[in-house]
């Protein structure tokens, strides 16, 4: 399922909190995404704690019980973990990863929050979630009966909030530093093939590979740094954080280079490192320059005044990364009016950059 309509980690715990009390939820999104940790925030935040099952792993009587002998008559007796005196919020993970088995089995649990003669404790609150089918993920088809019995919603991953959540839990200040400067790169989709990407979730394990080595200036070495980076998050993303840590003893390099107190790191060796800044700067320009030039301000227009002299001198230094830097690679466009004026002062290199 992809849902034409995604929401942010803040709107999700609203929405829960609205709507999880009277109605079950399925939450979808992309392996990494923060989907579990929502939850957990959710159940604390309403004061319950929170039972999580993980449908890839369950078994039909996992969820109905076993059978039991009473009399003449026999019940289902249900799982310990599920039958509670208290109410509790009850966290359906990978959801749609289990059999069509399990999955009837939690028809009623779902829809009228029961299992067999069990009835959850008043004030119970169902949520399932779930990986989409281009996750690259196992996922099998939820039924139309149980997809009916639920409220959807997509998640997203945005940059700012998962900034305020890292800063309020120690995540490793290289990898908030890298993220406040490359919001773009906290979340990648799932590759085809076998290989590490980059999630909230896999930044995280950076951190913490980070702060199990005590990670300072020169306290890991080149190596270690290089095997932990590329062992976490997508081998772009992790080579222009190796670029980016090498850059630490000046954390406000580009932007003295935008004011002309430096200039672009130019001798062979730093090429990583012009990369990385050369990028930042090309996001800079992406988010501070307006679409209509009538709406530049006073630093807009110093902005745009330097950035056309320093794509001068970094297309003396490196063609192809000067290129880099009005491309529209990604998806995303600089200004047209911005580009007209480098296609006056530089027309071979927006030439050959659209070529």
């Known amino acids: 399922m992809n849902l034409p309509v995604s929401v942010s980690q803040n709107e999700l715990l609203e929405l829960l909190v609205n709507i999880a009390p009277v109605r079950p939820v399925f939450i979808w999104g992309a392996p990494g995404i923060g989907k579990s940790a929502l939850v957990e925030a959710f159940a604390d935040a309403v004061g319950l704690p929170c039972v999580s099952l993980l449908g890839s792993q369950l078994a039909p009587e996992d969820i109905i019980g076993i059978p039991q002998i009473k ?6 007796l249900p799982p310990k973990m599920i039958a509670r005196k208290e109410p509790y919020v009850l966290f359906l993970d990978e959801l749609n990863a289990c059999s069509q088995e399990v999955q009837k089995a939690f028809y009623s649990l779902i829809h009228e929050k029961r299992i067999g003669e069990y009835h959850l404790p008043q004030g119970s609150i169902v949520i399932g979630a779930g990986n989409r089918a281009q996750d690259s993920a196992i996922v099998k088809t939820m039924s139309s009966a149980l997809v009916n019995r639920m409220f959807h919603v997509q998640l997203k991953a945005d940059p700012a909030q998962w900034l305020t959540w890292a800063y309020q839990n120690q995540i490793h ?4 530093d890298y993220i406040r400067q490359r919001p773009d790169h906290l979340f990648t989709e799932p590759p085809k093939t076998e290989e590490p990407y980059s999630t ?6 950076l951190s913490d590979a980070l702060r199990e080595y005590n990670a300072g200036f020169n306290a890991i070495s080149e190596d270690s740094l290089r095997v932990i980076t590329y062992g976490c998050v997508s081998a772009s993303h992790g080579g222009m954080f190796l670029a980016f840590t090498k850059q630490l003893g000046n954390t406000n390099l580009l932007s003295d280079i935008i004011k002309g ?3 672009w790191p130019a001798k062979p060796e730093e090429r ?7 990028s930042a700067f090309r996001d800079r320009l992406l988010q501070e320059l307006p679409q209509d030039k009538h ?5 807009g227009q ?3 005044y330097r950035a056309k002299a320093l794509m001068k001198e970094l297309s003396a230094i ?5 290129q880099m830097v009005i491309s529209a690679d990604d998806k995303r466009v600089l200004p047209e009016w911005f580009m007209l004026e480098i296609v006056r002062d530089l027309p071979r290199l927006v030439g050959g950059s659209y070529a």
Do not use: C, N, Q
């Not at 490196?318 to 000067?322: C, D, F, L, M, P």
């Open 272 to 278: 990583d490192v012009l990369y990385f800044l050369a």
């Open 295 to 299: 709406k530049l301000g006073k630093e």
């Open 71 to 76: 009399g003449e008559t026999s019940e289902f």
């Open 173 to 176: 200040p290289w990898v908030t």
């Open 302 to 304: 110093f902005l745009a």
């Open 200 to 205: 909230p979730r896999s930044w995280h394990m």
């Open 261 to 263: 107190d430096a200039r």
């Open 318 to 322: 490196s063609y192809e990364i000067a």
